[in-house]
T-cell receptor, first 111, second 113 residues
Framework: DAKTTQPTSMDCAEGRAANLPCNHS???????VYWYRQIHSQGPQYIIH???NNETNEMASLIITEDRKSSTLILPHATLRDTAVYYC????????????FGKGTKLTVNP | DVKVTQSSRYLVKRTGEKVFLECVQD?????MFWYRQDPGLGLRLIYF???????EKGDIPEGYSVSREKKERFSLILESASTNQTSMYLC????????????FGPGTRLTVL
């Protein structure tokens, strides 16, 4: 069972920032927030993960609220190639739990 | 860059056939995974392996077996394919120290007639 809630779909204009929200109100202290995406007909792609501090890499930024009950993935300048399903996953770093992919958010970047 | 390759992008088999799906990773990852993805059901873990010759059942192992004779290769076997095994099969790998950062292959779309 997915421990996260995400909107089913979102739209974003090309060149603008895409902000994808995720609620994970039951997250426990040792669980990380992971983000993956899946472009049509491809395997999922790891984007970023974090525990409690904000994180940034070459693909995106991850903002986690202080109470850790929600987070936002930010694609700073969305392109058409960012159109994909984005999955927010809460995981205990490979303990007894496995990655559980929910339904994700279908992000459509429009020209 | 991590590369995970799968032996076929598309495969068509008949009911009752034995099917082998091969996955190879080139980054010396300890962990390897097999998932299937179906519309409305998302990705579901079939089996995973954290070392050569080691395997663990995932959420839906019935009807499948796996083999890991070499670190870089993880095979999924359908002993007697059935139509309800028509699906997209995805292989992934990860480091032992960072098991949830998984790198996926492109997938094999298997159709069982």
């Amino acid at each position: 069972d997915a421990k996260t809630t995400q909107p089913t779909s979102m739209d974003c204009a090309e060149g603008r920032a895409a902000n994808l929200p995720c609620n994970h109100s039951t997250i426990s202290g040792n669980e990380y927030v992971y983000w993956y995406r899946q472009i049509h007909s491809q395997g999922p792609q790891y984007i970023i993960h974090g525990l409690k501090n904000n994180e940034t890499n070459e693909m995106a930024s991850l903002i986690i609220t202080e109470d850790r009950k929600s987070s936002t993935l930010i694609l700073p300048h969305a392109t058409l190639r960012d159109t994909a399903v984005y999955y927010c996953i809460v995981s205990g770093q490979g303990g007894s739990e496995k990655l559980v992919f929910g339904k994700g958010t279908k992000l459509t970047v429009n020209p | 860059d991590v590369k995970v390759t799968q032996s076929s992008r598309y495969l068509v088999k008949r009911t009752g056939e034995k099917v082998f799906l091969e996955c190879v990773q080139d980054m010396d990852h300890e962990n390897m995974f097999w998932y299937r993805q179906d519309p409305g059901l998302g990705l579901r873990l079939i089996y995973f392996s954290y070392d050569v010759k080691m395997k663990e059942k995932g959420d839906i192992p019935e009807g499948y077996s796996v083999s890991r004779e070499k670190k870089e290769r993880f095979s999924l076997i359908l002993e007697s394919a059935s139509t309800n095994q028509t699906s997209m099969y995805l292989c992934a790998s990860s480091l032992a120290g960072n098991p949830d950062t998984q790198y996926f292959g492109p997938g094999t779309r298997l159709t069982v007639l």
